[in-house]
Nanobody, 118 residues
Framework: VQLQASGGGSVQPGGSLRLPCAAS????????IGWFRQAPGKEREEVSCISHRDGRTYYADSVKGRFTTSRDDAKRTGFLQMNSLKPEDTAVYYC????????????WGQGTLVTVSS
């Protein structure tokens, strides 16, 4: 079982990044995909989630209107599109798979670092 988030990097404020989350070793289309982030010295924060049942999406208030999550089950991949990035978005971003958004996630991937700085 493996989840791998990638696509992180350094970007200026106002810029965009798209993070893919590649899944293998389990039936990802039976799981909701969540995105989390953890900034230095801060607790982990759930950023967004997308349901496998109906594609419904959920977002933290801090990213609503700027981030969009999606999934392509045929490619076994989830995505987090991040626009209008701010310095406070700097964090390690993780993807995870679970039975239902808002509940405990079963599978976790290694994170990818996003740095927003001028």
């Amino acid at each position: 079982v493996q989840l791998q988030a990638s696509g992180g990097g350094s970007v200026q404020p106002g810029g965009s990044l798209r993070l893919p989350c590649a899944a293998s070793g389990f039936t990802v289309d039976l799981y909701d995909i969540g995105w989390f982030r953890q900034a230095p010295g801060k607790e982990r924060e759930e950023v967004s989630c997308i349901s496998h049942r109906d594609g419904r999406t959920y977002y933290a208030d801090s990213v609503k209107g700027r981030f969009t999550t999606s999934r392509d089950d045929a490619k076994r991949t989830g995505f987090l599109q991040m626009n209008s990035l701010k310095p406070e978005d700097t964090a390690v971003y993780y993807c995870a798979a679970g039975a239902r958004c808002g509940m405990t996630f079963t599978y976790w991937g290694q994170g990818t670092l996003v740095t927003v700085s001028s």
